[in-house]
């Protein structure tokens, strides 16, 4: 298991007897407001103050978290140069520009997903973190669900992993497509399981209701044979959000959310599972074996500690210890950059079918 995956737990105790970190939240829509509350509930933390265009909106958190307003991040930084992180949680577009003004005056950010609106940007905030030294960690919650915590533990190397994301259409993030709404949680989690390069992206998508894909497919191959199926969808009736990982020793499946996860592991079923190759091998007629009493999964223990509040004890943990966060801005730029290969695929399977629907047109 990588050293970072439990980072906010190792180091909860020690920041507990710290001074509170001052924090701030840069945009109080509908993430913004749950990071507000968050922060204000945290014994690690101090919310000195909420920054938003909307006025309203911006007292309205004020005054349910006790905390200052501002309209801006220029005001923000001149009215409490103490000041050492903030949540950016504002549209995708201004992340870079309240990033940088952030990381320049050296306060940590801990960005909504996706880092940024391209990969160009995403690199950008990447590196201008690096060369200030300032902490920034991405908001992929889903990293934070305690099955996937529960999971990344167990460090399982997969050879092939499935994932469906879907649910009904929300209205919100409608200036992107699925991909970057909703597929990219998974496209995250992918890349932190795989753990090598991505070297080979297929993917098809559907625009229902606007310009943007509503419904999309991707294949994902990585060097050393790992392949990923992800369906994401906002069209759906009902939600789902599901991941199985095949890998040569174990089978795993979670349900992100009903936070319940299973294992099957060859390890737990050696002696069974050798005892019915022989047995294979001899040309014993087995049909009569009921393969599910001989080989049954275990369930993936797991805390109940909500995703969002373990992402931000998180993220104070390593503002205050200077270690690198799980999820860094360089996981979320490989998140991104996945997300702009695949939304290059799709775009490419559409042009190539309209090519294929003109020709035959004229055949």
């Known amino acids: 298991m990588p050293k970072t995956v439990f980072m906010a737990k190792r180091y909860h105790a020690r920041v507990k007897n710290s001074p509170p970190i001052p924090v701030a939240v840069i945009g109080v829509g509908r993430m913004g407001r749950h990071h507000a509350r968050v922060y204000s509930e945290l014994d690690e933390a101090r919310l000195a103050a909420v920054v938003d265009d909307d006025a309203a909106r911006a007292q309205a958190s004020a005054s349910e978290y006790g905390c200052e307003t501002c309209t801006s991040v220029d005001e923000l930084l001149e009215r409490f140069p103490d000041l050492r992180a903030a949540s950016i949680a504002t549209p995708t577009v201004h992340h870079r520009s309240a990033a940088e003004a952030l990381l320049e005056r050296g306060v940590a950010c801990l960005i909504e997903k996706p880092l940024a609106p391209s990969s160009v940007d995403a690199r950008a905030i990447a590196d201008l973190a690096r060369a200030r030294g300032v902490t920034v960690q991405v908001g992929h919650t889903e990293r934070f669900n305690p099955v996937v915590r529960a999971t990344a533990e167990l460090g399982v190397r997969p050879l092939f992993i499935e994932t469906q994301r879907v649910g009904p259409m929300s209205f919100r993030s409608i200036d992107v497509g699925v991909v970057f709404d909703l597929m990219i949680h998974d496209l995250d989690i992918v890349l932190m399981l795989a753990r090598a390069p991505l070297v080979d992206v297929s ?155 003109a020709r035959g047109s004229w055949g």
Do not use: M, W
């Not at 390890?267 to 091998?281: G, I, K, P, V």
């Open 203 to 357: 993917a098809v998508g559907v625009s229902v209701l606007g310009t943007h894909e509503d419904v999309a497919n991707a294949r994902l191959v990585f060097e050393g044979g790992c392949v990923a199926n992800l369906t994401a969808s906002r069209l759906a009736r009902k939600p789902e959000r599901k991941l199985r990982a095949f890998a040569d020793d174990a089978y795993v499946s979670i349900d992100y959310a009903a936070k319940a996860g299973v294992l099957l592991s060859a390890a737990d079923h050696a002696e069974a599972l050798a005892s019915l190759r022989t047995r294979l091998a001899a040309g014993e007629d087995l049909s009569s074996l009921d393969y599910g009493s001989i080989v049954k999964p275990r369930e993936i223990p797991i805390d109940e500690e909500e995703p969002l509040r373990a992402e931000l004890a998180h993220f104070l943990a390593a503002v205050e210890s200077g270690e690198r966060p799980a999820v860094d801005a360089e996981a979320g730029h490989a998140a991104v950059e996945a997300a702009e290969r695949v939304v290059a695929s799709l775009r490419q399977h559409e042009i190539e079918g309209r090519a294929v629907e």
